[in-house]
């Protein structure tokens, strides 16, 4: 899922590294910085000391809580499979 904030402008100079590529991305046209899927906390970190500007900077963290549990990584995912297969034997 994606989701996006208002922001009437990037900072000038800002790019944003490869790694997030297709992740993140801002629509001039339409002043909104969107970013795909699950932010995680090395994500919003990564992306607030990109730049200074404080409006950039509330945006990404406007990003960052706008994160459902749906766009979450499972959390007990490895515990449950542990779970079955200890109850298979």
């Known amino acids: 899922m994606e989701h996006g904030v ?3 402008r990037l900072p000038a100079g800002l ?3 490869p790694e997030f590529e297709g992740r993140i991305r801002y629509d001039a046209d339409r002043r909104r910085l969107a ?9 919003f970190d990564t992306l607030s ?8 900077r509330r945006a990404v963290e406007e990003l960052f809580r706008s994160g459902t549990a749906d766009d979450a990584p ?6 449950r499979l542990l779970a079955s297969v200890s109850g298979m034997s």
């Open 6 to 8: 208002p922001l009437d």
């Open 15 to 17: 790019h944003f590294p």
């Open 35 to 43: 970013f795909l899927g699950f932010m995680s906390r090395a994500d």
């Open 49 to 56: 000391r990109l730049s200074p500007d404080w409006p950039y």
């Open 74 to 79: 499972p959390r007990w995912g490895l515990r």
